[in-house]
């Protein structure tokens, strides 16, 4: 809720102006994690959703929720929680242009008085920790394009994949993982760009445990294995369009999917370069 003011006859007077914001979302580099402060253009469909200063894209308003957003308080229940669809494309081609969906409206939590006096309020701590709270912004990742700029410590894969079928051609808008070996964590993800490019990289590595038995007690290579999966129905989309990686990212099972990977040696400051064939 904010105030507006407005002087009559050197009279302030102070005007209530009740607005309720449906929810937000942030951008957040792959490699990272940071927040994308600068904001990218936005487009989302019948949704009006602004970027701050902070890069916190606030969703005003959507479909079916005019009435209420000019309420901090609806006189009516809101209605059920549903899901759309952003589109952001950076101009200084910093990260891969990318669709994305999130959820509207998120909830407004009830927050009490503090019991006994405490600070700060566990009910306030506990709103802002809510995943599902219009206090905490959703995020979106963004992969960065494969010209993008590499820490000196970073352990950078630039990979390309191509389609051999024919002549080599690359295929855009493939999703790529590097897992660790040991446990399958995902260490890093990316995405290739229109010309079948990607970057990846992996931050902080240090010295491992060695889990060979034999040998040193530590070791500064990590064992991993990068997986690429392509969706073939990209090649139908018409020019222009732009991808969801999380369509892939959210199925990887998907028996539609082409998928290769190669087994790396991972090292704090190291350049991989890879290739992957793939028959489409």
Known sequence: MSASSSVVAGATFLENLDRRVLGAFICVDAITGDSVVQPLPVSAGQWTVRPNRSGIYVIFNGPGFSPLTTQFTPSVPMPARVSFEVTLQDPNRRYLPRR??????MTV??????PGGAVPNPAVTAALANPAAVFDPQQVTLY???SAATGPNWSTVRASVTDTSTLPVGLPWAVLQVVRQSDGTVLATGQTD?????LLAVVGLTL???T???GPVTVSTVAATVNVY????VLTQPPGWVPNPD???GNLSNAALLSGGQDVQLASGQELNLSFAIAV
Not at 100 to 105: D, G, I, R, Y
Not at 194 to 198: F, T
Not at 230 to 233: G, H, K, R
């Open 100 to 105: 994305a969906n999130v959820l509207a409206p």
């Open 109 to 114: 939590p009830v927050i009490g008085p503090s």
């Open 230 to 233: 392509f969706d073939p129905s």
């Open 247 to 249: 369509d892939i990212l």
């Open 212 to 214: 060979s038995g034999v």
């Open 208 to 210: 491992q445990t060695s």
């Open 144 to 146: 960065p394009q494969p």
């Open 194 to 198: 229109a010309n079948g490019e990607a």
